[in-house]
């Protein structure tokens, strides 16, 4: 009996990926370089099997599409499976989870917001292993002072700046990794 499923999809940044089964979603997978590498990467993470999507997955894979396309769209309605995660790692997705298209939070306010204002490392530790990126909005996380941080999907620090873009992210602070100097975003 098949107990986890996917399907892979496209957007405006590349060929993505969904994971579900009985109990919700299980994965997310950004565009890796290839859409090969997107289906293997997924597969291997989530131990799913290729599966047409439910009418209730298609609806949420439209409004990942439309918000890959810069369309507001709340993605709370996702059912996640979350059942093999950490306890804290749950709580910071929760969270993250709550940061509009367009809005950012750093990970020391996390931090505050779970009631341990010196945990923004482990906050960071959580979203860099976030098994639902865009439902889970961990590119939306902040370093102190508006900084990117990291990001842990391909293409690193350049995908999170440009879903932020997408999204409408204004203000924020660009460290150019060959000469350090640091830039706004322009404003919308």
Not at 1 to 25: K, Q, V
Not at 48 to 54: D, F, I, R, S
Not at 76 to 87: I, S
Request: a positive charge.
């Amino acid at each position: 009996m098949l107990t986890s499923a996917y399907t892979l999809f496209d957007t405006d940044i590349g060929r993505c990926g969904i994971a579900w089964n009985a109990h919700g979603i299980s994965g997310v997978q950004l565009p890796e370089r290839t859409p090969s590498e997107t289906e293997a990467r997924l597969r291997r993470h989530c131990n799913a099997m290729p599966l047409e999507p439910t009418p209730a997955m298609q609806r949420i894979i439209e409004d990942i599409v439309a918000l890959l396309s810069g369309q507001q769209r709340d993605l709370m309605n996702a059912t996640l499976d979350m059942r093999t995660l950490p306890p804290f790692h749950r709580q910071v997705y929760e969270v993250a989870r709550s940061i509009s298209p367009g809005q950012t939070a750093t990970y020391g306010e996390i931090a505050t917001r779970l009631g341990m204002p010196g945990a923004a490392r482990a906050v960071g530790h959580a979203l860099g292993r976030n098994p639902f990126p865009i439902i889970v909005p961990c590119h939306r996380v902040l370093a102190a002072g508006g900084h990117l941080g990291g990001f842990s999907a391909s293409g690193g620090l350049g995908t999170k700046q440009r879903l932020l873009a997408i999204e409408g992210a204004k203000g924020l602070t660009v460290r150019d990794l060959f000469d350090g100097e640091t830039s706004r975003l322009p404003p919308g």
